[in-house]
Structure formats: C-alpha cells, structure tokens
C-alpha cells in the first residue's frame, strides 16, 4: 500500500517513555493487556500472530501503534500509535490502551502528544479517536490533546462509539 504521506517515526522519546515497534516478545504482556478489558486472553498463538500482523503492516502503511516503556522503570505499561481502524489511511485514527496499574499518570496523555507529533511529521492534516461512550477517561486525553467530539455512530449491540476529531 503505498500512499503520499511519510511513514511515522516508529521510535519516539519523550520525557518519560520510549515508544517503539514491536517485537515478538511484546506477545505475552500483549495478551494480560487484553485480559485487563474484561474479555478472554488471546493464546499466546494468537498474540503473536497479531505481534507480527502490527509489525507488517506498519511496513505496508508507514503508521503503527508503538509498544510505550517506561524510560526510568524499563517496563511495559500499553501501546499507542496510529491506525487505521474506522477511518483511513488519510486520517488515521490515534488509539492507546495501558495497563491499569499505570492509569492516571499522564502517561496516554504524553504518549498520545508524540504520536501527533509523528502524524503532523507525516504530512498528515486530520486524526480520528473512535471511544465507546462509557470511556471517560479517553475522553480526558482527547481533550488534554486537542480533540473535538464530532459524531456517533452506533454498534450492532446498541453501544454508541463518539468519534473525536483533530485538524493538525
């Protein structure tokens, strides 16, 4: 997939962490991740094979969600990056997940910063968010980030996805 934009930075320091791709490693605390949303864990199988499907894609599409460490404790605390999830790959979505223990720290907020870094350095003009409406704490670190609630749309289940936007 080739496309006019740049391909993103795939490794970003910022004060307090270290974003940076994928490796096959990164597979078992992906899956404690996922099992932290209330849902069963990936096999480890499984979480590899999605490990290595990141990776070659963000080869593909030049945009990736970076795996986010700890700069001073060296330790793994989620992800966030672009992609393209709802939207395309003109204006990608921004997403994030991090382990619970590491919630309310200002960690989303500085990783989701450098990634709009990434975005604007990628000759991009437009982000999306898409949060399920119960989120309230993504809706925090889309403010603190610059985003707007533009729309909703509706899942099969009846639960309401707010899109966000940002113009960059």
């Known amino acids: 997939m080739t496309n006019r934009f740049s391909a993103m930075n795939f490794e970003i320091i910022t004060e307090r962490l270290y974003l940076s791709m994928w490796e096959e490693s990164d597979a078992s605390w992906y899956r404690e991740l996922v099992g932290e949303r ?3 864990k990936p ?5 590899l094979k999605n490990v290595i499907s990141l990776r070659e894609r963000a080869l593909e599409s030049g ?17 966030c990056g672009l992609i393209i999830g709802r ?4 204006e990608p979505e921004i997403a994030y997940e ?8 200002g960690y989303a907020t500085e990783a989701a ?3 709009i870094e990434a975005a604007v350095a990628t000759g991009r003009r437009r982000l999306w968010a898409t ?3 119960w989120n309230i704490a993504s809706f925090r670190v889309l403010e603190k980030i610059g985003f707007i609630r533009d729309h909703s749309t509706w899942k099969e289940n009846g639960e309401e996805v707010v899109w966000n936007m940002r113009d960059l």
Do not use: C
């Open 38 to 40: 209330g849902v069963a």
């Open 98 to 105: 991090l382990f619970q223990r590491v919630h309310g720290n």
């Open 43 to 47: 096999t480890i199988e499984a979480a």
């Open 113 to 115: 910063s450098a990634i």
């Open 131 to 133: 949060v399920g409406s």
């Open 87 to 90: 939207s395309t790959i003109e």
């Open 63 to 79: 945009i990736s969600l970076l795996t986010i460490r700890r700069k001073d404790e060296g330790d793994i605390i989620g992800y």
